[in-house]
């Protein structure tokens, strides 16, 4: 069993920034790829960013050059640096991460969200 648990939501005025953070415990033997995603009142669930093992990262068009991704194996964890926001960045962000448990076994978890609210 594998949880992931996310910190760092929050409310922030536009062009503000906000640092999300995902941490996974529990059987893990590697972490394979890791990204985040949001859903928005009313609108699909998205993929905002995401990281694979070796560093290769990926972006949605709307916040290339604004949001960086990382990730610290040592600690199981994935980070989400998101600079000069904007109200359409507001959504409930969860993370996503592709386990290779103890037992072999592969499977994706996905982390409880946290909400990002820009607003003035």
């Known amino acids: 069993q594998v949880q992931l648990v996310e910190f760092g939501g929050g409310l922030v005025q536009p062009g503000g920034s906000l640092r999300l953070s995902c941490a996974a415990s529990?059987?893990?033997?590697?972490?394979?790829?890791m990204g985040w995603y949001r859903q928005a009142p009313g609108k699909e669930r998205e993929l905002v960013a995401g990281?694979?093992?070796?560093?290769?990262?990926n972006y949605a068009d709307s916040v290339k050059g604004r949001f960086t991704v990382s990730r610290d194996n040592t600690k199981n964890t994935v980070y989400l640096q998101m600079n000069s926001l904007m109200p359409e960045d507001t959504a409930v962000y969860y993370c996503?991460?592709?386990?290779?448990?103890?037992?072999?076994?592969?499977?994706?978890?996905w982390g409880q969200g946290t909400q990002v609210t820009v607003s003035s």
């Open positions: 996503n991460l592709g386990v290779v448990e103890k037992s072999g076994r592969y499977n994706a978890y």
């Open positions: 990281t694979t093992s070796g560093g290769r990262t």
């Open positions: 529990g059987s893990i033997f590697r972490i394979n790829v």
